[in-house]
């Protein structure tokens, strides 16, 4: 297999754990408005990157995995225990942060790896969206620290 599709197919993966990952948070945080719309709204966009990204590896004929990895699994239980913990509204952020940074790093090499392939174009603006969500997260970290 190519390298192209092995950084894709690693992409697809981690998509797939960010819109999970964010699920459930989102089910963790349903009182919290700040929270919820930021939730919504990375939960939808990781579904819109999932599906664009899956529909063009599917024009290559690429059978990826609709399941996210292990490790995942277990980072998501692991927040879930801390912030039962803590609540602490700064340190979700902080991890949402983590989370975005690390995706921003598989944008990079996906976008790298597929330089001058036709049909990969979309991919550069969904790394600036993942770059905006880094930003508001920021901000709503500050806001939180402000209160």
Request: aromatic share 6%.
């Amino acid at each position: 297999m190519s390298d192209h599709i092995d950084t894709l197919k690693k992409l697809h993966t981690r998509l797939i754990d960010s819109r999970d990952g964010y699920r459930e948070s989102r089910k963790q945080v349903s009182d919290e408005a700040s929270f919820v719309g930021f939730f919504d709204k990375r939960i939808a966009e990781r579904e819109k990157f999932h599906t664009e990204l899956h529909r063009q590896l599917g024009v290559e004929g690429v059978e990826v995995s609709e399941s996210g990895s292990a490790s995942a699994t277990a980072h998501r239980g692991w927040l879930k225990l801390r912030d039962a913990v803590t609540g602490d509204d700064e340190a979700v952020y902080d991890e949402v942060i983590n989370g975005e940074t690390a995706l921003l790093e598989n944008y990079d090499d996906a976008i790298k790896a597929t330089a001058g392939r036709p049909g990969y174009e979309f991919l550069t603006q969904q790394r600036a969206d993942v770059q905006r969500a880094i930003d508001e997260a920021r901000a709503e970290k500050a806001r939180h620290a402000a209160v």
